[in-house]
DNA sequence: TGCTACCAAGCAAGCGCTTGCTTGACAAGG
DNA sequence: CCTTGTCAAGCAAGCGCTTGCTTGGTAGCA
């Protein structure tokens, strides 16, 4: 029957046709939400028929959670990779919050993210669980870089409520950024780094 | 036949069954979302037959319109009372944020704003268009009461990127807010503004 | 020959919504 | 006081359609 191999959080680059119905997955979830995407409306996505897709996902919910858990790897390795660029806490923030911004808002993986933020609760308890243990990871990440910046002297709060602030200023730009708009995606990150440090000291 | 009557932006109290539909339907809204939810569920949710609601409204999405516009009167006329209040910017800039928070999380608002926030792409471009007339007004007092903080010195940016990191911060503590959690909805506002702003002045 | 990856067809359940009818409250007429 | 008519507010039943998913078969490659 199926093959049903079930990837790695970061899965590799196996260009079968599985990677294609998750790509189109994404792009569906993100744009109508899950409920409202049908099984027919990923198979035709990919050019095939409505019960095709079950030779390579056992359930509609399966590939939910392939969407989510491949938008979490992606942010988490993202943000990771600059958290860890050996720059000053400064420079170091303001590149983590462009690597956030990129996969929320770049056209690689903005779909797999957003699917993530917005349809998670779809997902059943146990496939939850996985999510919020790799979240739990990633906020981690970001809790280290405002205390970094605190240590610094460039912020004066790096509480769990400040973390909680600046991702919800972070995840909320999906609700209004536009590629063809006025702002690139670097401007933004420069824009939010110095909305919550203040601008960088002039010598 | 049925009655139908268009209610204004923020309908008037009147203690009748499609009032509890509303409120029922802005309850699941919130909980499973608009699609996961079907009109059996609102009909058991109030005790009727999954034909009866159809006597309040001519459609599933007549239902969510009314969730929506109710959330959308409710925040703005909230926010707009905060904003008139006649204080200092810092203090008024404060009670806005409380007057915000107050209607996404507190318990009599919070389904209709939720709703407001998550399910609005599932309305008819319509009903779109007149929740997006009545967010620029809500939008423009939130500009309005940055350019009041930065005449009075209080901060550094108040563009419209400014504006949107704000809001952002703001509409997301719904994805983390816990009524039982350690933070009241006053103290949240408060830490807010001094994200924002800063610590306040000591004489 | 066997395995992979799909198609054609369709099933059971559930969906939004409609229809014809009932029920209780109330006002007017005799 | 009793009948009659009207109305709001529902119920019971079900229609046509869509949903996620299954099943049996098979073309193409190794």
Redesign the pocket.
């Known amino acids: 029957m199926s ?1 049903q191999k079930a990837p790695g959080p970061v899965a590799v680059e196996e260009p ?3 990677t294609e119905i998750v790509r189109a997955a994404g792009r569906l979830f993100h744009a109508k939400g899950y ?1 409202a ?5 990923i ?1 035709g996505a990919v ?6 897709p ?10 939910l959670r392939a969407v989510v858990l491949e938008g979490m790897g992606a942010i988490n390795a993202a943000v990771a990779l600059a958290a860890n660029s050996g720059k000053s806490p400064r420079a170091t923030f303001e590149a983590m919050l462009r690597a956030h911004l990129g996969q929320l808002l770049g056209a690689e993986g903005r779909d797999f993210a957003a699917t993530l933020l917005h349809e998670s609760r779809h997902l059943d308890h146990e496939a939850q669980a996985e999510v919020v243990a790799l979240k739990d990871d990633f906020e981690a990440m970001w809790q280290k870089a405002l205390r970094d910046l605190k240590r610094a002297g460039l912020i004066a709060d790096d509480s769990h409520l400040a973390r909680l602030f600046l991702l919800g200023a972070l995840n909320w730009t999906v609700q209004w950024y536009r590629p063809d708009g006025s702002k690139s995606i670097a401007q933004i990150a420069r824009q939010l780094a110095n909305f919550v440090i203040g601008k960088p000291r002039r010598p």
Request: avoid cysteine; hydrophobic fraction near 30%.
């Open positions: 093959m079968n046709r599985r409920s995407t049908t099984i027919r409306d198979a050019a095939m028929r409505s019960g095709s079950f030779y390579h996902f056992k359930t509609k919910h399966d590939m």
